[in-house]
Every structure is written in C-alpha cells, then in structure tokens.
C-alpha cells in the first residue's frame, strides 16, 4: 500500500539529510495581490504595475517576500512539521533576491541539528534550514527554524500515524 509521509517523528530526521520538497509552485499575479491584501500590504511594488514600471530597477512589480516564505513553509510541512507539537522559533530569514510574477518556487531543506527535549522524555527538538529557489536556480530565500516534533512514543500514545482518524464503516451486502 502506498505511504504518504506526512511529517516525521524525532527518530525520522538524521542530521544533514536533505528533504527536496515537490512540487514547486508558479506564482501568479493573483496569488501575490491576494496576499498583499489580506495582510494589507498595499505598497506599488507588488501592486501598482505603472509605477514598479516607471520607478523602480526591476520594471515589473515584485513578488512579496513574505508570500514566498509563507509558500516555503507551506511546503516544507509534509517533510518537517506536519507532525510537529509546536514551530518554536524562527531565528533568520533572509531574502537574497527578488521574484516575479510567473516564476516557478522550489523548496528544500535541511537537517542541521536535532536534539531531545530536557523537560519531557517524549519529544524533541530539529533545527532545519530551508532554502527557496526559482526555476533558474537563482537562491531566492533561506530560512532556518527549530520545531518541536514528537517521538515515535507520543505519537502512539495519541492514535498513531493518522490520529483522529475514522475507521471506514462498511454497509453490509445487500442480498
């Protein structure tokens, strides 16, 4: 049968491997308006097409940084935190160069450290470091975050790999 990952217990993740992360997204004009709007960031850059035109070094509006985290770490969840107790801190966040609307986003992330929780026997800690790029490769974003994640422990304590999950009830036959 066929295995989603979602996620990783503490015993899933090794120091220094590297999770590619699939697929990328195409980001659209409307995507980045739309979050623009809804967290009301309305500066001409990533709105106003005339004046990113005839003001600025680039010619065409671009994208917001903080849409392209957002994506990263949206995709970054099936491999990382999609398990996690909690997305302890984010320490850096650096935008290295801009993007545009129509340019394609690849993840990826890596393991820097991973370490068990002092105050309780069934969880742990992983530092990543995830990395954003566009279809050219051009390194667009990186970031590096600690989660708290579970052990296998905790996890069978709450109802396993899907937890909360139903278990499909089948009508009987008919005769």
Same mark, same amino acid.
């Given at each position: ?31 980045d308006h739309l979050f623009c709007l809804l967290t009301m960031?309305?500066?001409?850059? +990533?709105? /106003? $097409?005339? !004046?990113? *035109?005839? =003001? ?44 545009? +609307?129509? /340019? $394609?986003? !690849?993840? *990826?992330? =890596? ?19 995830t990395k954003g790029y566009k279809q050219d490769g051009t ?37």
């Amino acid at each position: 049968m066929a295995h989603m990952q979602f996620g990783r217990s503490y015993e899933e993740f090794d120091v220094g491997a590297v999770y590619k992360h699939w697929p990328g997204k195409t980001v659209t004009e409307y995507d980045d308006h739309l979050f623009c709007l809804l967290t009301m960031n309305h500066h001409p850059l +990533h709105l /106003d $097409t005339n !004046y990113a *035109q005839e =003001t600025t070094q680039f010619r065409q509006n671009v994208v917001v940084g903080n849409y392209i985290y957002s994506l990263l770490l949206g995709m970054s969840v099936a491999d990382v935190s999609g398990k996690a107790i909690a997305n302890l801190e984010v320490e850096s966040l650096r935008h290295v160069a801009p993007t545009f +609307h129509g /340019d $394609t986003i !690849y993840g *990826q992330t =890596t393991v820097l450290d991973k370490w068990e929780s002092t105050s309780k026997d069934d969880r742990g800690v992983v530092y990543v470091e995830t990395k954003g790029y566009k279809q050219d490769g051009t390194l667009v974003c990186i970031f590096k975050r600690k989660v708290m994640v579970p052990k296998n422990s905790y996890l069978e304590a709450r109802g396993g790999e899907h937890p909360g999950r139903p278990t499909l009830v089948e009508p009987p036959p008919k005769r």
